[in-house]
């Protein structure tokens, strides 16, 4: 809708448009820019990329845990020691791993519950992300 209105106001140079997406914006970015033609609008002049994703989620989540446990054994002293005990490998690949469960349940559910019940994640945003693939 907010691509419609720049298109539509009289003071904005059609020829000259510029989106920029920050990150799940930029990854939408390209979809944007092909519904604008799909809808008949003049082309997108231009598109900026701001923090979009370089890799797959599923990519950037292992990523995530690989940086978590390395600096889980920098840490020193007590705080190190506890960190060490209580975030291992085996527990976050686990804890990915329900919630991945969660994701994927039967009947495709809208939202899961996670932290006791505490939070709620909206499964399908992550059943839309896993299935993005940068290539």
Do not use: N
């Not at 914006?25 to 994703?53: Q, W």
């Not at 686990?94 to 559910?109: I, N």
Request: glycine share 8%.
């Amino acid at each position: 809708e907010a691509v419609r209105y720049v298109f539509a106001h009289p003071r904005i140079d059609k020829s000259k448009i510029v989106l920029m997406g920050h990150s799940e914006g930029a990854i939408i970015l390209p979809i944007i820019c092909r519904e604008v033609k799909k809808a008949g609008l003049t082309d997108i002049f231009g598109c900026i990329f701001y923090a979009g994703f370089g890799e797959t989620l599923e990519k950037a989540l292992e990523l995530q845990r690989e940086t978590i446990l390395a600096d889980v054994q920098m840490e020193k002293g007590v705080k190190g020691f506890i960190l060490r005990s209580a975030v291992t490998e085996d527990k976050l690949v686990k804890q990915y791993e329900s919630l991945m469960k969660k994701v994927h349940a039967e009947g495709d559910p809208d939202f899961i519950s996670m932290q006791c019940g505490l939070v709620k994640q909206p499964a399908k945003w992550w059943r839309e992300h896993m299935a993005y693939d940068v290539e």
